[in-house]
């Protein structure tokens, strides 16, 4: 008798226990060979296609933000 009742409580906790063991899923890494200043060895930077976004849209927003202000080293008034 108390393993008709315990097999019905085992069983249910087993089926509201966690997920069999998956690993987590890794983001694909994206390597590039860019050019160092100071050396003539490229560098190679691994990034994911997340981060790689966020590095290209930083770059664009600096070309961007030079292309409407050459002078943006030089202070105020200095025109």
Known sequence: MPIAILLP???LAA???PPANDPPKKEK????TEPETGTMFPKRTCLTAKEWA???GSRS???DTF???P???QP???D
């Not at 890494?29 to 590039?32: S, T």
């Open 76 to 78: 105020p008034g200095q």
């Open 61 to 63: 927003d600096k070309v």
């Open 29 to 32: 890494k994206i390597c590039r």
């Open 67 to 69: 292309r409407r202000h």
């Open 54 to 56: 966020e590095v290209d």
């Open 71 to 73: 002078n943006f080293l």
């Open 9 to 11: 409580i085992a069983l």
């Open 15 to 17: 089926a509201d226990g």
